[in-house]
């Protein structure tokens, strides 16, 4: 659960309970998913900075009404396409992070990506 966006914490009171949704920190990903689907390029998610990598197949397959497919079949890439720069991300990498160190790269137009294989 450390790795969700969200998480709910509960308060007890006496007669009453009450839930208190707080956000982690966390930022918005870009994925290239063209072998999930024809139709669409890309998906953008918003996920912890936890959140790994395995985690973002499964959303990527639940996004799809795919669960029943498993997440060993895919794999997230980082992707440079000026540099033809490409590196398969371990199950357990956090895609935020890998993000976030790319810097000014990530301004320039599909500089840097994410994407599905």
Not at 28 to 47: A, T
Not at 57 to 67: A, R, Y
Request: aromatic share 12%; hydrophobic share 35%.
């Amino acid at each position: 659960m450390d790795n969700k966006p969200m998480e709910f914490s509960t308060c007890h009171t006496w007669f009453d309970c009450k839930f208190i949704l707080r956000m982690k920190m966390g930022g918005e990903v870009k994925i290239f998913i063209s072998v999930l689907v024809d139709d669409r390029e890309y998906l953008c998610l918003r996920i912890s900075e936890d959140t790994e990598s395995e985690v973002v197949i499964g959303m990527l397959l639940h996004s799809f009404q795919m669960e029943r497919e498993t997440c060993g079949k895919y794999c997230l890439y980082e992707e440079n396409l000026l540099k033809r720069y490409q590196r398969r991300l371990g199950r357990k990498e956090r895609p935020l992070k890998i993000q976030k160190g790319w810097g000014e790269e990530l301004d320039r137009a599909h500089s840097f990506c994410f994407r599905l294989k």
